[in-house]
C-alpha cells in the first residue's frame, strides 16, 4: 500500500501543489453546519423539520412551514491547535469569522381541501465549510531533510544535466538547484545531486500552515406537506469553493556550525482553490403517530470544476559556499503563476434520523420539547479526482493512480449525531452532541506511525432560544475536538514523517428570525 501512496507522489513531481488524498478529505469530511438552534441539537435535523437547515439536511422537513420566516445567522470561530512532531509540542490559534442559513422559506397553504395541505419553498445560502485555520509544528531531525524531496523530483524527473534541473521544476526542484540547495556530483563517474542539508548532524524543522476560506452553499428547495402525515422535499445546491493556502516550511543547522555550509533554507509555497460545484438532496419525512418523526435523506455527490493558482518562493544560505540565494517559481515562468484545470467529486451521503417531540404535537404552543437523532453514512473512497481534459492520457493517468490511492486509504464511516430541546413558554434550553468517524484505512500510515490517534470528530454543543409574537432569537456555542494527522512531506522509502494534531474549535452562533 505504501508503495501505492509513493506512486502518487512521485507523479505529482514536477507539479509541487498537484492534488493528493487529503483534498479530497479536506473537501468531505465536514460536519453539518445551520441554524443556531440546528447546531445546539447537535446537526440533528433529519427527522425533525421545520427549519431552514432543512434545505441542506432533509428538504422534506421545508413541508412542516404553515407560515414564512426570514433567518439571519452570524457567527464566530476560535480555532486551537496543539501539534507533535518527533518529539516536540507546539500550539497556534486563530479566529474567523462564520455565517450559517441567510435565507427565506415562504409557506403556502393549500384552498382546496386537498390532501396536499401545503407546499413550501426555500431560499439560502450558507457557509457549509470553513477553511479557516492555522497550524505550528517544529522538531529536530537527524533521519531525513525536506530537501530531499527535490532530489527526488529531480531524479524522477529524468534531469540529466544542469539545464534540466535549473528550469524544468519551476515549483520545486528548480528552485532548490539555483539556490544551491542542491547541487551537482560526479561521484564515480556518474552524474547525480545531493543536497547540502546537514541530515547528519541534524535539522530543526519549522512549519507554518495558514489557510482561509470555505465552501458555500447556494439552496433553493421545495418541500410538500401530504394529510400532515407524509412529507418530501428536493433541493438544488450550487456551492463555490475557495481554498487559499500558505505553507512556510523552514530547515536549519542544528548545529549552528558556521563552516559547513548550510546555515537554513525557508521554502514558502502558496496555494489558491477556487471551484464551482452542484448537487442536489432529496428526502422524506413521515408521523407515523402524531408525536413521533422518520426522516430519510439522500444527498448527492457534488460535482466540482475546480482551478489550481500556485507559486513557490525558496531562500537558501549556505554559508561561505554561495551565501544567501533567492529564487521564486515566476523568475522561470515569465512572471506568471502555475494554474491547473480539473474536476472533482465528493462522496455520497445517506441519513436516516428519528424525532420525538413531547407535548400536544399538533399544538407548537403546545408543545414541551423534543429529541432527535441522525445516524449517517458515507463513503469516502466515492471521491474522485478526474481531468478537465479528458483526452490528455498522461492526465488520465495521474488521476487514475490518485483514485486507486483514495480507494485504498480510504474507508466508509458512520456519523452520529443527537440533541434535544426544553421548552420554558418562550424560552428554549437546548443541547446536542455528534460524533464523525474515521474516514481512514490503516494503510495511509504505514507500520511504523501505527501509534498516531487520528481521524475523529466530536461536536458538543448547547444554547438557548427565545421566541415570541413572530420573532425569534438562537444563540448556540459549538464546541469541536479534533484528531487527525499532517505530513509536512513524504519521501519514497524513507522516514515517514507524521504530526500529531489535536484541534479544539469553538463556535458561537446568532440566528435572528422574523416570521410572517
Keep these: 500500500m505504501r508503495v501505492i501512496i509513493m506512486v502518487v507522489f512521485v507523479l505529482s513531481a514536477t507539479i509541487l501543489f498537484a492534488q493528493e488524498p487529503l483534498d479530497a478529505i479536506r473537501y468531505s469530511w465536514t460536519t453539518p453546519q445551520g441554524t443556531a438552534r440546528a447546531q445546539a441539537i447537535g446537526g440533528a435535523t433529519t427527522a425533525l423539520g421545520g427549519d431552514i437547515t432543512s434545505l441542506y439536511s432533509n428538504p422534506a422537513g421545508l413541508g412542516l412551514y404553515k407560515t414564512s420566516e426570514f433567518v439571519l445567522t452570524p457567527g464566530i ?30 409557506g403556502i397553504p393549500s384552498y382546496n381541501n386537498s390532501k396536499w395541505k401545503n407546499v413550501s419553498v426555500g431560499l439560502a445560502i450558507s457557509k457549509t465549510a470553513n477553511f479557516t485555520n492555522r497550524t505550528f509544528l ?72 495558514s489557510s482561509k476560506g470555505g465552501i458555500s452553499d447556494f439552496s433553493i428547495g421545495l418541500g410538500a406537506n401530504y394529510n400532515d402525515v407524509f412529507y418530501l422535499g428536493g433541493s438544488l445546491n450550487i456551492s463555490t469553493l475557495n481554498y487559499t493556502r500558505t505553507s512556510t516550511f523552514r530547515e536549519s543547522d542544528a548545529t549552528n556550525n ?67 540565494q533567492t529564487q521564486s517559481s515566476t ?87 443527537m440533541g434535544g430541546e426544553l421548552k420554558f413558554e418562550t424560552i428554549m434550553v437546548r443541547a446536542g452532541f455528534g460524533y464523525y468517524g474515521n474516514p481512514y484505512t490503516g494503510n495511509y500510515f504505514g507500520n511504523s506511525v501505527t501509534d498516531v490517534t487520528r481521524g475523529s470528530k466530536m461536536n458538543i454543543s448547547g444554547g438557548l432560544g427565545w421566541r415570541n409574537k413572530g420573532m425569534f432569537v438562537d444563540l448556540t456555542y459549538l464546541h469541536q475536538i479534533l484528531s487527525d494527522v499532517y505530513f509536512p512531506y513524504d519521501l519514497e522509502g524513507n522516514v515517514f514523517n ?19
Design 138 to 209: 517544529e522538531g529536530n531531525n537527524n533521519q531525513s531533510s525536506y530537501s530531499e524531496k527535490y532530489l527526488e523530483q529531480l531524479i524522477d524527473g529524468n534531469a540529466t544535466n544542469p539545464n534540466d534541473a535549473a528550469n524544468n521544476f519551476p515549483y520545486g526542484a528548480s528552485l532548490a538547484f539555483n539556490t544551491y540547495l542542491v547541487d551537482t556530483t560526479t561521484a564515480s563517474g556518474s552524474y547525480g545531486y545531493f543536497s547540502n542539508a546537514t541530515v547528519s548532524t541534524g535539522v530543526k524543522q519549522q512549519q507554518t500552515i
Design 498 to 516: 507524521a504530526a500529531k494534531v489535536k484541534s479544539n474549535v469553538g463556535n458561537i452562533l446568532l440566528t435572528l428570525g422574523f416570521k410572517f
Design 77 to 106: 470561530s476560535f480555532y486551537n491547535n496543539n501539534t507533535t512532531y518527533r518529539g516536540s509540542s507546539a500550539s497556534d490559534a486563530k479566529s474567523s469569522f462564520n455565517y450559517g442559513p441567510i435565507g427565506i422559506v415562504w
Design 258 to 324: 558556521a563552516n559547513n555550509d548550510f546555515n537554513y533554507f525557508e521554502s514558502e509555497e502558496y496555494l489558491k482553490t477556487e471551484g464551482v460545484g452542484a448537487s442536489v438532496n432529496i428526502g422524506i419525512l413521515i408521523k407515523p403517530v402524531e408525536a413521533l418523526r422518520v426522516g430519510l435523506s439522500f444527498h448527492s455527490p457534488t460535482w466540482y470544476s475546480v482551478k489550481d493558482t500556485y507559486t513557490s518562493l525558496l531562500t537558501t544560505d549556505t554559508e561561505g559556499y554561495a551565501g544567501e
Design 331 to 417: 523568475d522561470l515562468t515569465d512572471g506568471y503563476p502555475g494554474e491547473y484545470n480539473y474536476r472533482f467529486r465528493t462522496p455520497v451521503r445517506l441519513a436516516a434520523g428519528l424525532a420525538y417531540i413531547f407535548g400536544t404535537e399538533g399544538d407548537v404552543k403546545a408543545q414541551k420539547g423534543f429529541l432527535t437523532a441522525d445516524v449517517e453514512y458515507i463513503s469516502y473512497k466515492g471521491s474522485a479526482f478526474n481531468a478537465q481534459d479528458r483526452s490528455n492520457q498522461s492526465d488520465k493517468e495521474y488521476f487514475n493512480t490518485l483514485n486507486n490511492t483514495i480507494d485504498n486509504v480510504f474507508k466508509s464511516a458512520v456519523n452520529f449525531r
